[in-house]
């Protein structure tokens, strides 16, 4: 049994959190940094708080080498809530909107932006396998924005870099491949991430975004949603998510500690090497339904498509042997492992270990 009982946990999220991280939040619950008292306690106005967040912005400034002209908000709502804040931060009605669509976020970000009077276009639809070609996309003239998801959680797929939009303001959900890897931030006007995949617990927000964007939302945009009045102070309009915001921080003093986001994305390429690889050893057994180019390195959805009926069998005694949280979504079916930053290596070992094991048992 690993330590504290540990199992390996594949959820999609709420993921795994480094175990380094999680002692250090032991250790700090009943008296944080000489406080005496825990974060959870603690005024959102205090200096130690204020500590906190500011460290936090600091760390995430330069893990991502944030230029100085963009804005780090940690908004509430989940990612979901950030579906309708878009575009009432960015457009009045009757603007027009471009949405690439590669799978069910996707998909959902651009039905809730549809609900605002917008001239909201799906300007490349995937098959929730692939990204369509580049020179398939009808970008609009004019479109205040386009919008896409990075990082498709359900169906694995997963851009290589941001896409190309011309001059368009280019916004980005990364909720799932948020600091998995380097970034270049100047190619966005917004990049958007919850963070209870790669970065911290659930209820908090990350939100980058470019200045000259802010102050333009409408009339009629709630002031909990308005991006400009979260800059305007400091993240803190109203009681922000303080615990979750701290253990975010204490994330990011690991992944720096660790070789920042060069050191994640090579630890990333080669777990979802290891998992590709070893489907693609199973002479079939089992299959990645995802384009090779574009297969995510964080959530990896597979199947047995020989003996679908033996997929229950799989999840079950994964889970009995320690291997947690692996059945797919519940729209698609089979198996999915999600391997965010936070998932050892050891943890991949283990599943493939297992993989090939009941293959040898049920081929
Ligand atoms: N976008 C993506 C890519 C996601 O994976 C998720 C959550 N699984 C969401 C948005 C919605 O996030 P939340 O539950 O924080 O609203």
Known sequence: MAAHGRVFNFSAGPAMLPLEVLEQTQRDTLNFNGSGMSVMEMSHRSKAFEGIIKQAEADLRTLLSIPDNYKVLFVQGGASTQ?????????????????????????KAYEEAAKFGLNANVVAKGDNKSVPARDSWKLSPGAKYVHYCDNETIGGVEFQGAPDVGDVPLIADMSSNFLSKPVDVSKYAMIYAGAQKNVGPSGVVIAIVREDLLGKARPSCPTMLNYAIAAENGSMYNTPPCWPIYVCGLVFQHLLKLGGLAGARERNVKKAQLLYD??????????????????????????????????????????????LEL????????????????MPHEGVEALTK?????????A
């Open 83 to 107: 579906f309708a804040a878009i575009p009432l931060n960015f457009t009045q009605e009757g603007d027009t909107v471009d949405y690439i669509v590669t799978g069910a976020w996707s998909k």
């Open 327 to 342: 059945k797919g979504h519940r729209s698609v079916g089979g198996m999915r492992a999600s391997i965010y930053n936070a």
């Open 278 to 323: 070893t489907i693609a050893g199973s002479n079939g057994f089992y299959f990645s339904p995802v384009e090779e180019s574009v297969r995510s390195k964080m959530n990896v959805p597979f199947t047995i498509p020989s003996k679908p009926e033996l997929e229950k069998a799989f999840v079950a005694e994964a889970t009995a042997a320690q291997l």
């Open 354 to 362: 297992f993989m090939t094991e009941f293959q040898a048992k049920n």
